[in-house]
C-alpha cells in the first residue's frame, strides 16, 4: 500500500522510525530550496531507508549523529551498490534535522591553532573590523601573512619582537621570483599591512614595513585589457532571453557592461539596493564603501524581466540566485566571472581575458575615447585614488592626441 509524504512524495510503505514524522517537512524544505521532484523523492525514500534502519538498531531520535548516518550507509552498501548523491542526501536530511532541532548540534571539538595561525586569526580580526577591508581584499592578504609567520616560527611560539629586517628581504627575496607580477606586489603590499600592525599592536618597535622591498616594476606597466564594444554587443545579441538563466545573466552581463560594476557587487546585490522611484542603484563597494549609481533604462527593463520571469521563489534577498538547488543567492564572485567565462565561450568570443573585469576595463576605455574626463571615469567606477584611473591615458593614444591643444604660432 503506497503512503503519501506530500503531494510530490509517494513511498512503497508507511515510514517507520524515530524520524518518520519529519520525512514531510524535509521534503516541503527541499521544495522550497528549488529541488527536483525526482532528486525530492530519491532524499526523501533514503532519509526514509535511514529512519528505519535507526528503529532496528534502537537508535533514539535524541542520540542520532553523523557517525550513524556513516553506519548506516556502510550497512546498505552491503546489499545495494553505491550511489552517487546517497552521502550529501543524508547530509541534507541531517542538517534539516538540525535547524529544526529534532536532534542536538554536535559538539566538535575545536581545532587546535598554532601560535603562527592564533596571530593570523587576530589580524583577520584587525583588517574586518578596524579597517574594515572586503573580505576580498583579506583573502587575498592572508595567505602571504601565515606562509611568513610559519617560514619564520613554524609551529614553535611567536616572538614578533625578534623580527628583523633580514626575514622580511629573505622572504620577499624568496617568493617574489616564483610569483606573477601582480601576485608579487600584492605578497609586498600584504606583508606591509601586517607588518605595520605588529607595530600597531606594540610587538615590534622598529618600522620593519619600510625594509619590505619594491617589486621592480615601470609604472604604469601594461594597458588594462578591456573588452571591446563590438564584442559587448554580440556576446549580449547571443544570450537566449527566452530561458530564466538567459534572462539572468543578459541582466547580469549589462551591469558588468553598462556600469563597470566589479564581480563582487553584482553578486551581492541585494533587493533594497534598487531603487525603483529615483531610478538609482546602491553598490556596496570596497572597504564597505557604499556608491550611488543611476540605474540605466536598459538595465533597469532586464533586472525587471529576470525579477518577474525568471527568479526562482526563495526568501533570498540577493537579486540574483542560483538556477540550481538549492536555490540561493551566489556564495561569492566567482559564480559572477563562471557566468561571464562560459557566455564568452558559448558566443564564440576571444575576448581579452575570461574574467568579469574586462568589462570594467572596457568601459573606461569607451568613456576616454568619447571625452569623458578621468574624474568621472573614476566616479563612476568607484576609484578612490585619481591615480587608478590614471593608468586608462595609456588606452588610446590617438584619442587622447585629438584632445590635445595646437603649440602655439602652429606647427613647424
Known amino acids: 500500500m503506497n503512503y503519501a509524504i506530500n503531494d510530490q512524495v509517494v513511498l512503497a510503505r508507511a515510514p517507520e522510525g524515530p524520524l518518520a514524522a519529519y520525512l514531510g517537512p524535509f521534503a516541503d524544505s527541499l521544495s522550497q530550496q528549488g529541488y527536483t521532484r525526482y532528486s525530492i523523492h530519491r532524499q526523501v525514500m533514503l532519509a526514509a531507508c535511514f529512519s528505519r534502519w535507526l528503529k532496528k538498531t534502537e537508535v533514539p531520535r535524541h542520540r542520532v549523529t553523523s557517525e550513524h548516518r556513516g553506519r548506516y550507509l556502510r550497512c546498505r552498501y552491503r546489499r545495494r551498490r553505491p550511489s552517487q548523491g546517497d552521502r550529501a542526501a543524508l547530509d541534507h536530511f541531517i542538517e534539516f ?20 595561525q592564533q596571530w593570523v586569526q587576530l589580524y583577520k580580526q584587525y583588517l574586518r573590523e578596524e579597517r574594515v577591508l572586503a573580505e576580498a581584499t583579506i583573502v587575498n592578504y592572508v595567505p602571504f601573512v601565515s606562509q611568513f609567520l610559519e617560514e619564520r616560527f613554524a609551529t614553535g611560539p611567536v616572538s614578533l619582537s625578534k623580527l628583523r629586517a633580514r626575514d622580511v628581504v629573505r622572504f620577499v627575496q624568496c617568493q617574489a621570483p616564483r ?47 578591456g573588452i571591446a564594444p563590438e564584442q559587448v554587443r554580440r556576446l ?52 564597505g564603501r557604499r556608491v550611488q549609481l543611476p540605474l540605466p533604462q536598459d538595465v533597469g527593463d532586464a533586472i525587471v524581466a529576470y525579477l518577474r520571469h525568471g527568479r ?100 613647424r
Open 97 to 116: 534535522l538540525r535547524r529544526q532541532r529534532v536532534i542536538p548540534a554536535e559538539k566538535l571539538s575545536p581545532r587546535k591553532l598554532t601560535p603562527a
Open 236 to 287: 549580449l545579441r547571443e544570450i537566449d532571453r527566452s530561458t530564466a538563466v538567459g534572462r539572468r545573466d543578459y541582466a547580469i552581463l549589462l551591469l558588468l557592461a553598462r556600469l563597470g560594476l566589479r564581480s563582487g557587487e553584482v553578486a551581492f546585490l541585494d533587493l533594497q539596493d534598487i531603487d525603483w522611484e529615483s531610478g538609482c542603484l546602491h553598490v556596496h563597494g570596497k572597504s
Open 179 to 225: 610569483l606573477h607580477l601582480k601576485q608579487a606586489k600584492l605578497l609586498t603590499t600584504a606583508l606591509r599591512s601586517f607588518l605595520q600592525y605588529t607595530r600597531y599592536r606594540g610587538e615590534t618597535l622598529v618600522d620593519l614595513a619600510a625594509a619590505v622591498p619594491c617589486v621592480a616594476n615601470w609604472s604604469m606597466p601594461s594597458i588594462p585589457r
Open 312 to 411: 526562482p521563489r526563495s526568501t533570498s534577498r540577493r537579486v540574483f540566485l542560483r538556477a540550481k538547488a538549492p536555490v540561493r543567492g551566489f556564495l561569492d564572485q566567482r559564480a559572477v566571472g563562471s557566468i561571464v567565462r562560459h557566455a564568452l565561450l558559448r558566443a564564440g568570443i576571444e575576448a581579452p581575458t575570461t574574467g568579469a573585469h574586462q568589462f570594467r576595463h572596457g568601459l573606461a576605455a569607451q568613456m576616454l575615447r568619447q571625452g569623458a574626463s578621468l574624474a568621472e571615469i573614476g566616479e563612476l567606477l568607484g576609484h578612490r585614488s585619481p591615480e587608478t584611473t590614471r593608468i586608462y591615458t595609456k588606452i588610446d593614444v590617438e584619442a587622447l592626441r585629438t584632445l590635445a591643444l595646437p603649440w602655439p604660432g602652429g606647427g
